[in-house]
């Protein structure tokens, strides 16, 4: 079965970074776009990023763009957001998803929760 | 950025129909599909329409969706204690080149 597991959040001060990984398992991991998505604490979803199958595009929203970098290895069936110059509107639980089809997350991890705080 | 126009809450009673809707524009839902996500309490969001009007395998068909227009909604019918969550609806958005969510609507049943 489809599974993704992120690993990486924590605690850290602003300005600070951090680095989150997705471990995916049950599919053919090259064959799919991965995203990110960020639900901030009582509130909606907001997507981050995302990353074509082989690697080669990338996409940002405006909130990240400049500070996030989304990255994947293939060979390792994972998936990673590193996250540079954090804000303490950068706090929330970070989500990766499969992405068959222009936003049609099918498989959502558990999430990892990140706290930009002092 | 901006999000899909959703209603905060939504409430019905057991065996009721309720629908959701959910309003953007020609760069999202007028030109792109619309899903719709269920997140239950403490649980990530899980999809549960696609492509307007599709259900996964697993989901019972008292779920429906529908689009028309920059418009969409989420009709839940014969609506159960379990149904109580929160539901987005998300829709590609070529300004934005990537996906854009709805607020959410918190749906209670009473």
């Known amino acids: 079965q489809v599974q993704l597991v992120e690993s990486g959040g924590g605690l850290v001060k602003p300005g600070g970074s951090l680095r989150l990984s997705c471990a995916a398992s049950?599919?053919?991991?090259?064959?799919?776009?991965m995203s990110w998505i960020r639900q901030t604490p009582g509130k909606g979803l907001e997507w981050v990023s995302y990353i074509s199958s082989n690697g080669f595009s990338r996409y940002y929203a405006d909130s990240v763009k400049g500070r996030f970098t989304i990255s994947r290895d293939n060979a390792k069936n994972s998936l990673y957001l590193q996250m540079n110059s954090l804000r303490a509107e950068d706090t929330a639980v970070y989500y990766c998803a499969r992405d068959p089809n222009y936003g049609e997350l099918d498989y959502w991890g558990q999430g990892t929760l990140v706290t930009v705080s002092s | 950025q901006s999000v899909l126009t959703q209603p905060p809450s939504a409430s019905g009673t057991p065996g009721q129909k309720i629908t959701i809707s959910c309003s953007g524009s020609s760069s999202n839902i007028g030109s792109n599909y619309v899903h719709w996500y269920q997140q239950l309490p403490g649980t990530a969001p899980k999809l549960l329409i696609y492509?307007?009007?599709q259900r996964p395998s697993e989901v019972p068909d008292r779920f429906s969706g529908s689009k028309s227009g920059t418009s969409a909604s989420l009709a839940i019918s014969g609506l159960r204690s379990e149904d109580e969550a929160n539901y987005y609806c998300?829709?590609?958005?070529?300004?934005?080149?990537?996906?854009?969510f709805g607020g959410g609507t918190k749906l209670t049943v009473l």
């Open positions: 998300a829709g590609w958005d070529d300004s934005l080149s990537g996906p854009l």
């Open positions: 049950g599919f053919t991991f090259s064959d799919y776009y």
């Open positions: 492509r307007n009007n």
